[in-house]
């Protein structure tokens, strides 16, 4: 399955990728922490909606602004705090800013304790989360491994 756009905003895209969505968010120095208080909002909104859809959100802040304010770090904590309700894992990918590692960290743990982690390595992030994801709820077809027509022993 190849990936499709839920969401683009100013700072950030929303992907769904097979199970698991993808929200990235990058620096704009342009805009004013008001909107970026509002796009925080507005990410909020779009991620929570996918919890009912995805098995699990790459919530990758690498390229995001390294310190964030009040207003935004709120933002950040309903939206990880969505996917800790709804039981799907979030990994959250920061860049090496020791700020942004330890506000996101501070975040996770209130937010998410069971579902979210913080990550500095891309490959680290998505082998995690692909670990956790929960099963899709499907009819059982280990019957049919030996193909139709075919008992098994």
Request: glycine share 6%; aromatic share 4%.
């Amino acid at each position: 399955m190849s990936k499709s756009i839920v969401k683009e905003g100013d700072n950030y895209r929303v992907e769904l990728d097979g199970d698991i969505a993808h929200c990235t968010v990058w620096s704009r120095p342009d805009l004013t922490s008001e909107t970026g208080a509002q796009l925080a909002a507005e990410k909020v909104a779009i991620c929570s909606a996918l919890t009912s859809t995805a098995l699990g959100l790459l919530f990758d802040l690498r390229e995001a602004p390294k310190v964030t304010g009040p207003r935004t770090q709120n933002s950040l904590e309903l939206l990880i705090g969505a996917w800790e309700t709804a039981a799907r894992p979030i990994a959250i990918l920061v860049g090496p800013a020791p700020m942004q590692r330890l506000q996101l960290t501070r975040l996770a743990r209130a937010a998410a304790p069971r579902h979210g982690e913080v990550f500095v390595e891309f490959a680290l992030a998505l082998e995690w989360l692909e670990q956790r994801l929960p099963a899709r709820t499907a009819p059982q077809v280990s019957s049919l491994r030996d193909g139709p027509g075919k008992r098994r022993s």
